[in-house]
């Protein structure tokens, strides 16, 4: 085994020590929410919760499960990100393998039009007009419009372009047609850029937040409106009623953490395809 010299060292104890407490600083505010959700209204008034719960009370997270709304919005939530991924996923896949076709007629126009939308857009009021003229003002409307990404197809586009022309040539010998050189040939090839790609429009449909507060009404709201715009009235109809046993301040922190477990359970699944899929399509070879 190698000895390392001091300043190697040193390096490594450095670099460790920096990003322990890089890692510290990201956790820490995780673990303050959820240690002041289930925390006694007295602990969490008073500021005494810093690290690990005081008093536990569970009344936050049971009002939380019996609350309709919340549920609804949980409900749209996921309708949102699962059929949006798709729809976007679908999308960017086929888009991505005619643009990194050198024989597509028109395909440099194609791809600079592309690229333009990522410097150039027409701003918020016009686009948010637009959509209101179109009738995207219900979810299902809503996945449609939302479902196209400039940075997200030239990612997978770049990766395309990387897998050798001689795989395809040897498929369209063999009598494949162009549906099946893309599900047979390009796509088990590019697994960890389309899961990483998926993985972008999933935690962007789940946080999303000002298009779908602007545009849909409150039987279609996903979590993160209902959030914003329903808890300081629920909060206010508790404080008014009285009688309850847990402090407003962790009702808000519970509704919190019952929003990001869905990304947090999901994302360790797909860490491994996410670094890989940055690594091998951000730069085209």
Do not use: H
Not at 170 to 191: N, W
Not at 247 to 255: E, G, H, K, V
Request: aromatic letters at 18%; glycine letters at 8%.
């Amino acid at each position: 085994m190698k000895r390392l010299d001091r300043s190697e060292v040193i390096f490594k104890i450095l670099s460790y020590s920096l990003l322990t407490v890089f890692a510290l600083c990201c956790l820490y505010p995780f673990i303050y929410i959820l240690s002041n959700s289930l925390s006694s209204q007295a602990a969490v008034d008073a500021g005494k919760v810093y690290l690990w719960p005081v008093g536990f009370d569970f009344g936050t997270y049971l009002y939380v499960f019996e609350n309709e709304g919340f549920w609804l919005a949980y409900c749209n939530s996921f309708f949102i990100t699962m059929y949006g991924t798709l729809v976007s996923m679908l999308v960017a896949i086929t888009g991505a393998y005619a643009l990194s076709k050198t024989r597509l007629l028109f395909g440099r126009g194609f791809n600079f039009m592309l690229v333009f939308t990522m410097w150039f857009n027409a701003g918020m009021i016009p686009t948010l007009q637009n959509f209101i003229r179109f009738g995207v003002t219900n979810r299902y409307m809503f996945i449609i419009a939302l479902g196209f990404s400039p940075f997200n197809i030239i990612l997978l586009r770049n990766y395309f372009s990387g897998i050798p022309t001689e795989i395809e040539e040897a498929a369209t010998i063999d009598g494949a047609t162009e549906f099946q050189i893309l599900t047979k040939v390009y796509i088990p090839m590019s697994k960890s850029s389309i899961v990483t790609v998926a993985m972008f429009y999933a935690v962007s449909r789940w946080n999303g937040y000002i298009w779908a507060q602007m545009l849909l009404g409150p039987d279609d709201q996903p979590l993160q409106v209902f959030i914003k715009v329903n808890v300081a009235s629920i909060l206010k109809s508790i404080e008014d009623g009285g009688g309850y046993s847990f402090s407003t301040y962790a009702l808000q922190y519970a509704f919190i953490v019952c929003s990001i477990i869905p990304i947090i359970v999901i994302y360790p699944m797909l860490q491994k395809y996410f670094a890989a899929g940055i690594n091998v399509g951000g730069v085209k070879e």
